[in-house]
T-cell receptor
């Protein structure tokens, strides 16, 4: 079985500051990890994914994440956030049957 | 590429009526489609998984007679909420996936259902 824990339900940060959104997972099968962003009243947009290979994954909008097997983590980072990054972010792990298990989500609030 | 659409984007219906939500993969063939439900300020909850031409597999606690899912073609899946009640009001999101080891789910924009 898979599970995902996003440790912070809300992360407030000032514009142009760096940010890290934390994600820890557990999985009994091969690990495929994803980060999605959701803007109000919209579906999910894929930011980045880890399937294999380099543990540092770069995604869209300047985001990156690092897969750490020993710590079972896949934290999302951005060196300098913009107001437009304000949204809900979901970490997910893919399990058997290609089903996704989502974390509870982290609301990133970028303040001017 | 990999665009998924949902229709309608918003719907308001009266208690006791049925509502159909369509999910279409516009530029790829989706062998599997997923239906999620999302309550305000919460994560996505998987309701069911459907494979083209097969019966949907429902998650525990999801009433299959209330949430009818049909995946009639490789580009279309529908979710029908039958005899809707106010507690069925929610944001419903579909996703579609192709085949292969590295395939991913592509999400639709969601449908806001309000039952009055």
């Amino acid at each position: 079985a898979q599970s995902v824990t996003q440790l912070d339900s809300q992360v407030p940060v000032f514009e142009e500051a760096p940010v890290e959104l934390r994600c820890n997972y557990s999985s009994s099968v091969s690990v495929y990890l994803f980060w999605y962003v959701q803007y109000p009243n919209q579906g999910l947009q894929l930011l980045l994914k880890y399937l294999s290979g380099s543990t540092l994954v770069k995604g869209i909008n300047g985001f990156e994440a690092e897969f750490n097997k020993s710590q079972t983590s896949f934290h999302l980072r951005k060196p300098s956030v913009h107001i437009s990054d304000t949204a809900e972010y979901f970490c997910a792990v893919r399990g058997a049957g290609n089903m996704l298990t989502f974390g509870g989500g982290t609301r990133l609030m970028v303040k001017p | 590429g990999a665009v998924v659409s949902q229709h309608p984007s918003r719907v308001i219906c009266k208690s006791g009526t049925s509502v159909k939500i369509e999910c279409r993969s516009l530029d790829f063939q989706a062998t599997t489609m997923f239906w999620y439900r999302q309550f305000p300020k919460q994560s996505l909850m998987l309701m069911a998984t459907s494979n083209e031409g097969s019966k949907a597999t429902y998650e525990q606690g999801v009433e299959k007679d209330k949430f009818l899912i049909n995946h009639a073609s490789l580009t279309l899946s529908t979710l029908t909420v039958t005899s809707a009640h106010p507690e069925d009001s929610s944001f419903y999101i579909c996703s579609a996936a192709g085949t292969g080891v590295s395939y991913e789910q592509y999400f639709g924009p969601g449908t806001r259902l309000t039952v009055t």
